[in-house]
């Protein structure tokens, strides 16, 4: 995997009890999608669980992680928090 898997920060907030997560890298996403999220079905979540992979073999930039990690956020009604440039 490359050195630089980050991405630019994503905040998700009620996410289970009041839980508020920051993601700002693929294995920070992809533990987050495999082990915390409240749904595990969904086109989106699962093409986000997928490009994490494909991050982390090299085949995809960790940009494109996040805009797929934001997508399955949204479809499982998981407010984002993005912070602007």
């Given at each position: 995997?490359?050195?630089?898997?980050?991405?630019?920060?994503?905040?998700?907030a009620?996410?289970?009890?009041?839980?508020?997560?920051?993601?700002?890298?693929?294995?920070?996403?992809?533990?987050?999608?495999?082990?915390?999220?409240?749904?595990d079905?969904?086109?989106d979540?699962f093409?986000?669980?997928?490009?994490?992979?494909?991050?982390?073999?090299?085949?995809?930039?960790?940009?494109?992680?996040?805009?797929?990690?934001?997508?399955?956020?949204?479809?499982?009604?998981?407010?984002?928090i993005?912070?602007?440039?």
């Amino acid at each position: 995997m490359r050195q630089t898997a980050n991405f630019r920060p994503v905040g998700l907030a009620s996410m289970g009890l009041g839980h508020y997560a920051v993601i700002n890298s693929v294995w920070d996403a992809a533990r987050t999608l495999l082990h915390e999220w409240p749904v595990d079905d969904g086109e989106d979540y699962f093409e986000a669980v997928k490009s994490c992979l494909d991050a982390i073999i090299g085949d995809l930039p960790p940009e494109e992680v996040r805009a797929s990690f934001i997508r399955a956020a949204q479809e499982a009604g998981i407010a984002v928090i993005e912070a602007a440039d």
